[in-house]
C-alpha cells in the first residue's frame, strides 16, 4: 500500500465529488468534515450567494437587513427559540453559549464529558476534552470539569446548584460517533432542571444530519442553548446559537457575526433542505457496515462512525487511493458525513468499496 507523504490537493468539487489537480475525481463521503451538506457547488446555492455578493455583503451588527429576516423566517420552520446569536465558526457559538449559561445563571461552573469536542479557543478548548488539543495552552478557563459520558451517577454527583451549565454532544462527533443513552441525556435535563442551571446541546456536528434539525429532538429533550455551525451555510463560516435567554443588547457580539452574506447562506441552505426534505431522508440513510475488522457501526442518519479492531488511519489512505474520502474519528474509527444530497445508490455502491478494502488491507 503506497504511503502518502503528500497530501491530496483539491482544486474543485460538484455534488458529491471532488477533483485533485490531476484531474481525479473522489467521492466526497466527509464534506468539509461534515460541511458541504447541499454538497460542492450546489447551482441554487451558488447563484444565491454570487447574487448576495453584487448586493451587499457586511452592514454591521447594528443594522437590519432582509437576508436575517429571510434567514430568521426559515429557522422557524425548524426551532422555535426566542434569540439566535450569529457567530462564524462552531468554536464562536460554544463561547456564546458559556458566556450566556454564566451570565443568566451568576454561577461560573460548567461540566462537560470525557471525549466531547468543542472547539478550540480558550472557553470551548476548556469543555473539551482530549489533553492533545489541550496540553501547552494553559492555564485554560476556571471553573470547567469533566464527567465519565454517559454516567447517570457520574452526573448525579457533579451536577450541583453550583452548576452554571451542562454542554454535551448528543452523538458526539470528533470523540468517536458516539451517540448519548437516553437514559442519560434526560437525567441532564432533570438534574439541570432540578439545580437551576442550563442544559447546552452542542449539535455544531450533529444537526441537520440524523433524520431531525437536531439530534436532540431523537431523545424529547429541550435543551436551553443550542449549538450548531458546520453545514448550516452549507460551507459559508457561520454559526447560530438558540437560546430563549435574553442577553442585553452589546454584551455580546462581533464584527461579522449575522452579516446578510452569512444570512443569505443560510437562509438559502435551509429552503433547499426544507423543499428537498433533505434532513428527513438522511434520517433514512444511516447504513450498517460488516466485515471481519468491523466492529460495529454506531450513529444515526448520514453521521456514521464506522469502528474497527485496527486503527483506522491505513484504511482512510487506501479508500483515497480508490477515489473515496472519508476521515478518522479516533483513533479506531472510520467517520463518514456525506452530504445530505446523496443518492442511495452512490453510498450502497461506497459501501461495498468501503467493505472491500477493510477486508484487503492487513
Ligand atoms: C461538536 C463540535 N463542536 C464545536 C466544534 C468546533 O467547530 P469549528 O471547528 O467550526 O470551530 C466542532 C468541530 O468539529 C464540533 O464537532
Known amino acids: 500500500m503506497p504511503l502518502y507523504r503528500k497530501r491530496l490537493r483539491l482544486v474543485r468539487g460538484e455534488g458529491v465529488y471532488v477533483w485533485d489537480e490531476k484531474g481525479r475525481r473522489y467521492l466526497d463521503l466527509i464534506a468539509g468534515i461534515g460541511v458541504n451538506v447541499l454538497g460542492h457547488a450546489h447551482p441554487e446555492w451558488v447563484l444565491d450567494m454570487s447574487r448576495q455578493l453584487e448586493k451587499i455583503v457586511v452592514a454591521g451588527p447594528m443594522f437590519e437587513h432582509d437576508e436575517r429576516e429571510e434567514m430568521l423566517e426559515e429557522l ?3 426551532v422555535d427559540y426566542e434569540y439566535v446569536y450569529m457567530g462564524n465558526s462552531g468554536t464562536e457559538a460554544v463561547e456564546a453559549a458559556i458566556k450566556f449559561a454564566r451570565l443568566a445563571t451568576g454561577r461560573s461552573e460548567i461540566v462537560a464529558m470525557t471525549n466531547a469536542f468543542h472547539g478550540r479557543t480558550l472557553g470551548s478548548l476548556s469543555a473539551t476534552w482530549k489533553k492533545k488539543y489541550r496540553e501547552g495552552f494553559g492555564p485554560l478557563v476556571p471553573g470547567f470539569k469533566h464527567i465519565p459520558f454517559n454516567n447517570v451517577e457520574a452526573a448525579k454527583e457533579a451536577i ?3 452548576t452554571a451549565a451542562v454542554i454535551f454532544e448528543p452523538i458526539q462527533g470528533e470523540g468517536g460517533i458516539v451517540p448519548a443513552d437516553e ?3 434526560k437525567t441532564l435535563r432533570d438534574l439541570t432542571e432540578d439545580v437551576g442551571a ?3 446541546a452542542d449539535e455544531v456536528q450533529s444537526g441537520l444530519r440524523t433524520g431531525k434539525f437536531l439530534a436532540i429532538e431523537h431523545y424529547g429533550v ?3 442553548i443550542v449549538t450548531m455551525g458546520k453545514g448550516i451555510g452549507n460551507g459559508f463560516p457561520v454559526s447560530l446559537t438558540l437560546t430563549d435567554l435574553e442577553i442585553p ?7 461579522f457575526g449575522g452579516n446578510p452574506l452569512a444570512c443569505r447562506a443560510v437562509a438559502t441552505t435551509l429552503r433547499i433542505l426544507r423543499r428537498d426534505r433533505l434532513v428527513e431522508k438522511a434520517g433514512e440513510k444511516f447504513m450498517e457496515f460488516s466485515g471481519e475488522r468491523v466492529v460495529k457501526t454506531r450513529g444515526r442518519g448520514l453521521m456514521i462512525g464506522i469502528v474497527l479492531r485496527r486503527p483506522a488511519g491505513n484504511y482512510v489512505k487506501a479508500l483515497q487511493e480508490r477515489g473515496i474520502l472519508v476521515n478518522t474519528a479516533g483513533n479506531r474509527v472510520i467517520r463518514l458525513l456525506p452530504p445530505l444530497i446523496i443518492e442511495g445508490d452512490t453510498l450502497e455502491e461506497a459501501r461495498k468499496e468501503i467493505e472491500g478494502v477493510l477486508n484487503d488491507i492487513l
Open 76 to 78: 422557524s420552520h425548524w
Open 160 to 162: 450541583t446548584k453550583e
Open 183 to 185: 437514559e442519560f441525556v
Open 198 to 200: 442550563l442544559l447546552i
Open 222 to 224: 429541550r435543551p436551553d
Open 249 to 255: 443588547r452589546g454584551k455580546h457580539g462581533s464584527t
